[in-house]
């Protein structure tokens, strides 16, 4: 009876190391559990605040790129007026004026064959007086100071019409109200793709559209000229950096399709206007 006894309390003994161990272990693994819960979310926190110190730099970054492109463009537009005002004001003055003085000593001194001859060689004057104010007008367009990027745009479109080649220009819903440097970026972005259809493409047919749904501009230009080979056009090349410089400062996208049949290039900006 004694021994039975005694068995009976070695297992109860034995049973209550047990279940301390077990509680033991349970703790240890509560506590191993809660180690690990709390060293996920420090690193998940950690992870959030490195995302979001990157964040912050790339912001700084895009404000910086920003503010130092809008300085260059600023710039070029400032020496493109003083240019063009130098031309037209300038030099385009003194070529009228030496117009109307050799008209003035022709008519006194020239006469017959002499003074027929004298004025082809007057009109060839003449002819690039006027050249040399429409290089002024399209360093700084006087219609966009004037009247505005549609009228600006279509005049565009006017110059660069040939016998050869027909530029359909549509407008749609354009603001009026667009700030001064946003109209000469989205002009100078046309200007540019213009020039180069024009210059490179062979085409017959351009057709151009600008259309504006609040904040957002966009620009479609397509050609029915011989396309080209992406991988040929020079990424570095002046015209395009300066397109993709203006598209960058209206934090937009550009999307080029080509093929034999033609190019088709669609812009999108944002103008941060309403």
Same mark, same amino acid.
């Given at each position: 009876m004694q021994k039975k006894k005694q068995k009976e309390l070695e297992v109860s003994k034995k049973n209550s190391y047990l279940w301390g161990l077990s509680l033991i272990l349970l703790l240890f693994l509560t506590l191993v559990i809660f180690l690990y819960i709390l060293y996920r !979310?420090?690193? +998940?926190?950690? #992870?959030? +605040?490195?995302? !979001?110190?990157?964040? =912050?730099? $790339?912001?700084? =970054?895009? =404000? #910086?790129?920003?503010?130092?492109?809008?300085?260059?463009?600023?710039?070029?537009? &400032?020496e493109r007026e003083r240019i063009a005002k130098d031309?037209?004001?300038g030099l385009g003055g003194m070529l009228a004026g030496v117009k109307i003085n050799f008209s003035t000593w022709s008519s006194n001194n020239l006469a017959g064959e002499k003074q027929q001859e004298f004025y082809r060689i007057l009109g060839q004057l003449d002819n690039s007086v006027s050249e040399l104010r429409h290089i002024a007008r399209n360093l700084m367009p006087e219609s966009l100071l004037n009247f505005g990027l549609e009228t600006a745009l279509r005049d565009l479109c006017d110059f660069y019409t040939r016998k050869n080649l027909i530029i359909?220009? *549509?407008?749609?819903?354009?603001n009026k109200k667009l700030s001064l440097s946003t109209q000469l @970026?989205?002009? &100078?972005? %046309? *200007? #540019?793709? /213009?020039?180069?259809? %024009?210059?490179? @493409?062979?085409?017959t047919n351009? /057709?151009?559209?600008? @259309?504006?749904?609040?904040?957002?501009?966009?620009?479609t230009i397509e050609d029915n000229g011989k396309?080209?080979? =992406?991988? %040929? %056009?020079?990424?570095?090349?002046?015209?395009?950096? $300066?397109?993709?410089? &203006?598209? $960058?400062? /209206?934090q937009g996208k550009m999307e080029i399709s080509t093929d034999h049949d033609g190019t088709s290039i669609n812009i999108e900006l944002n103008t941060h206007e309403n």
């Open positions: !979310n420090n690193r +998940k926190l950690s #992870e959030q +605040k490195e995302i !979001n110190l990157q964040q =912050k730099i $790339n912001d700084i =970054k895009q =404000k #910086e790129e920003l503010s130092l492109t809008k300085a260059i463009l600023d710039g070029e537009e &400032r031309l037209h004001d359909d220009f *549509q407008p749609l819903n354009i @970026s989205i002009y &100078r972005i %046309v *200007q #540019e793709l /213009l020039a180069n259809a %024009v210059k490179h @493409s062979e085409a351009i /057709l151009l559209q600008c @259309s504006q749904a609040e904040s957002a501009f966009f620009i396309g080209f080979q =992406k991988d %040929v %056009v020079q990424p570095q090349s002046m015209g395009l950096r $300066n397109i993709r410089n &203006r598209i $960058n400062y /209206l």
